[in-house]
């Protein structure tokens, strides 16, 4: 079955880490795209950016440099984001999803919450 | 505020004729590809436009989609309770060099 399933929620303390997993099944995971998209509470959707599957390299939207990190491990199919120095604003649901040509998401994961609270 | 603008809301009766527009720019719906997706709450976000009018496999033919110039258009014909979510489009934006989305619009069938 192709699908992409994603790890559970996160409760987490201001100034915590989290790292939000994305496993791949039913296709060759290298090749298309991976990108994370973001909900905040009561928000739409917001594009994070993106990681080639092939080299590993990331590209993040302009509001996500600095303390979020996207990587892989293509031997598990599984692509990771990591948020660091977590603020009460992350908190959101965030979406993998595979990207079939750009922008154009034809497989999502199922969502991860992360709530950030004190 | 969102790159692509959405209307916020749209409603109408089962089984009537809804669209749902997608404003944009030359940098964005202009001159790439847009796509639709429904969004349910709780839920993963389903594709149900790509490449400005095709429909994948499993999407019924009730949903169509469209582009003129920096403008693109969701259809959804008749109408079913179960239409009710958020939908929205995205595209690439050449300036920005970033994936955009509408602000999403909330459907509602009375």
């Known amino acids: 079955q192709v699908q992409l399933v994603q790890s559970g929620s996160e409760l987490k303390r201001p100034g915590a880490s989290v790292k939000v997993s994305c496993k791949a099944s039913?296709?060759?995971?290298?090749?298309?795209?991976i990108n994370w998209v973001r909900q905040a509470p009561g928000q739409g959707l917001e594009w994070m950016g993106w990681i080639n599957t092939n080299t590993g390299n990331p590209t993040y939207a302009q509001d996500f440099t600095g303390r979020f990190v996207f990587s892989l491990d293509a031997s598990v199919s599984t692509a990771y984001l990591q948020i660091d120095s977590l603020k009460t604003e992350d908190t959101a649901v965030y979406y993998c999803?595979?990207?079939?040509?750009?922008?154009?998401?034809?497989?999502w994961g199922q969502g991860t919450l992360v709530t950030v609270s004190s | 505020q969102s790159v692509l603008t959405q209307p916020p809301s749209v409603s109408a009766a089962p089984g009537q004729k809804v669209t749902i527009s997608c404003s944009g720019s030359n940098s964005n719906i202009g001159n790439n590809y847009v796509s639709w997706y429904q969004h349910l709450p709780g839920t993963a976000p389903k594709r149900l436009i790509y490449?400005?009018?095709k429909r994948p496999s499993g999407i019924p033919d009730r949903f169509s989609g469209s582009k003129s110039g920096t403008s693109a258009t969701l259809g959804i014909t008749g109408l079913q309770t179960g239409d009710e979510a958020d939908y929205y489009c995205g595209t690439w934006d050449s300036s920005l060099s970033a994936g955009v989305f509408g602000g999403g619009t909330k459907l509602t069938v009375l």
């Open positions: 490449d400005n009018n």
């Open positions: 039913g296709y060759t995971f290298t090749g298309p795209s």
């Open positions: 999803a595979r990207d079939r040509a750009t922008i154009d998401f034809d497989l």
